[in-house]
């Protein structure tokens, strides 16, 4: 069975919702290397959903974006349980698939906008400058996670 883009698209968005589910529920088990499980996950979803059909300089670019997404996601949904207190049941629950489902509606608009670009090397395409804006309003959003990331704890 050969699935299409928007298939393989789909399947990788809820792939990577149960791999922040579960990476984030599963870090005493992976120690300091959890946050490792989506950046991996996320970068093999994007190159998998999109068919491997890069040239050799977009296969190191078009890896930022996702394995930022699975970096700040997890960063992210562990401070958000982490302030929760994790011993709430089904607030925890709430939080995780609320915040997963605003992770994989971005990485589902990340995969569109890549894959509209990764059309646009071949053809011309009229949707370039709308999927140039979508990767900036995603890196925008991310830089600024970053930085509440790395920032936070600083005190800056």
Do not use: H
């Not at 670009?117 to 959003?141: D, E, H, Q, S």
């Amino acid at each position: 069975m050969i699935l299409s883009k928007r298939q393989k698209t789909t399947i990788s968005t809820f792939t990577l919702a149960l791999t922040l589910a579960l990476s984030n529920k599963s870090v005493p088990f992976l120690g300091g290397v959890a946050w490792l499980l989506p950046v991996i996950v996320a970068i093999w979803l994007t190159f998998w959903a999109l068919d491997f059909e890069f040239k050799l300089c977009e296969y190191l670019i078009f890896a930022l974006y996702p394995a930022l997404l699975g970096v700040n996601s997890f960063l992210v949904l562990n401070q958000i349980l982490n302030q929760a207190g994790q011993g709430r049941g089904w607030l925890d629950l709430v939080l995780l698939l609320g915040f997963s489902l605003i992770s994989v509606s971005i990485f589902y608009m990340l995969l569109s906008a890549l894959n509209i670009l990764n059309v646009a090397t071949v053809r011309t395409v009229p949707l370039k400058k709308a999927a140039l804006l979508i990767l900036m309003l995603i890196g925008l959003i991310l830089g600024t996670s970053s930085f509440y990331q790395i920032a936070g704890p600083l005190g800056l």
